[in-house]
């Protein structure tokens, strides 16, 4: 294993991330990664809020409340001088200038690893990327962490959240629990990698647990420091499966059967070339439909488990019940909490 090593670095080097801080901890996936490193007890998590913040973090979280919307990023600095890991889970409705000015700030206060506001797309699909408006953030994000030359980005390839997807309504994975109906893209058999935010949140936890440099020469276990070397790329998933698997799973849930059903067939492609042309001329709430009917074209860019294999076992994640996920999915659509909270 190539160095360098940890026996070679200076005296009081720590060969592992105890100091973490995290924007929008008290989010949808901010919650289940601080709610898992908390679980492992190795981290001090630090949660960077805003002064307004109403949301309730749990116990053993740091609060730092600063108010970093203008040009100043003095403060931001100061909250994260000596933190190891900078976790981004904002919404997507925060200013576009944010992840810059955290980046920035990162730099500036010696931040080794940066996990940037990226939670999904395969980052080394180019053309997956530019279909999905995502090519520019990516880039941006890698571009600025290397003019600056201190940290490290980490990406986690996830894809689509599963519950939250399941139960977003038909622009996601096509499924209508309100009025039970079920859009199948194609013929609903092409398999796409999906998480859940429990393996999500576990992916980070677990990566950040590990040594960051080998021991030494000898030493083959895993480290934060060969995911750095390949690009930063973290593949995950909790599921690879269709939308007929899907329908499966809801139907042994719901206790129902084909019939109980309104089905319908649209061209996934056809929903694509919709949803772009929508948001080119300023129809900005045809993006999840954009965005999702490109994940599940026939061409597989959706199952990169297939394409370059998936890092589940060297960071020790488990095998989740996919009916478990599936009734939190239905709910959430049965309730419209997508819709409500997004």
């Known amino acids: 294993m190539p160095g360098p090593y940890a026996k070679d670095q200076p005296q009081g080097f720590s060969n592992h991330v105890e100091k973490v801080a995290?924007?929008?901890?008290?989010?949808?996936?901010?919650?289940?990664?601080?709610?898992?490193?908390?679980?492992?007890?190795?981290?001090?998590?630090?949660?960077?809020?805003?002064?307004?913040?109403?949301?309730?973090?749990?116990?053993?979280?740091?609060?730092?409340?600063?108010?970093y919307s203008g040009d100043d990023i003095s403060a931001l600095v100061e909250a994260l001088r000596g933190q190891q890991a900078l976790i981004v889970t904002m919404a997507v409705s925060a200013p576009k200038d944010t992840m810059s000015k955290l980046i920035r700030a990162?730099?500036?206060?010696?931040?080794?690893?940066?996990l940037p506001n990226w939670f999904g797309h395969d980052a080394a699909n180019d053309s997956l990327c530019q279909d999905s408006f995502l090519t520019q953030m990516r880039d941006n994000v890698r571009d600025e962490v290397q003019r600056l030359g201190v940290s490290s980005?980490?990406?986690?390839?996830?894809?689509?959240?599963?519950e939250f997807s399941l139960g977003g309504g038909p622009d996601r994975f096509g499924f209508d629990f309100q009025n039970r109906s079920l859009v199948f893209f194609d013929k609903g058999s092409v398999a796409i990698n999906t998480?859940?935010?429990?393996?999500?949140?576990?992916?980070?936890?677990?990566?950040?647990?590990?040594?960051?440099?080998?021991?030494?020469?000898?030493?083959?276990?895993?480290?934060?420091?060969?995911f750095r070397n390949?690009?930063?790329?973290?593949?995950?998933?909790?599921?690879?499966?269709?939308?007929?698997d899907m329908f499966e799973s809801v139907k042994r849930v719901t206790?129902?059967?084909?019939?109980?059903?309104?089905?319908?067939?649209?061209?996934?492609?056809?929903?694509?070339?919709?949803?772009?042309?929508?948001?080119?001329?300023?129809?900005?709430k045809a993006f999840t439909k954009m965005l999702y009917s490109r994940m599940f074209f026939p061409n597989g860019d959706g199952d990169y488990q297939s394409r370059r294999g998936l890092h589940n076992d060297v960071l020790g994640l488990p095998e989740e019940d996919l009916d478990a996920a599936t009734s939190i999915g239905v709910r959430m659509g049965v309730n419209d909490e997508v819709t409500r909270t997004h």
């Open 106 to 114: 990162a730099a500036e206060a010696g931040v080794p690893y940066i």
């Open 230 to 244: 390949d690009g930063g790329l973290i593949y995950i998933s909790s599921f690879r499966l269709s939308q007929r």
């Open 22 to 67: 995290v924007i929008g901890a008290g989010g949808q996936i901010g919650g289940h990664i601080v709610e898992q490193l908390l679980k492992k007890g190795k981290h001090v998590v630090t949660a960077i809020s805003r002064p307004g913040s109403t949301n309730t973090l749990p116990d053993g979280v740091e609060v730092v409340r600063i108010d």
């Open 255 to 284: 206790k129902t059967t084909d019939a109980d059903w309104t089905i319908t067939h649209e061209s996934s492609e056809q929903r694509w070339k919709d949803g772009m042309a929508e948001v080119m001329s300023g129809n900005f």
């Open 195 to 226: 998480s859940t935010w429990p393996q999500c949140g576990r992916a980070v936890a677990n990566i950040l647990s590990l040594k960051e440099l080998p021991d030494d020469e000898k030493d083959q276990s895993t480290t934060i420091s060969q």
């Open 153 to 162: 980005p980490l990406f986690l390839i996830c894809n689509f959240w599963y």
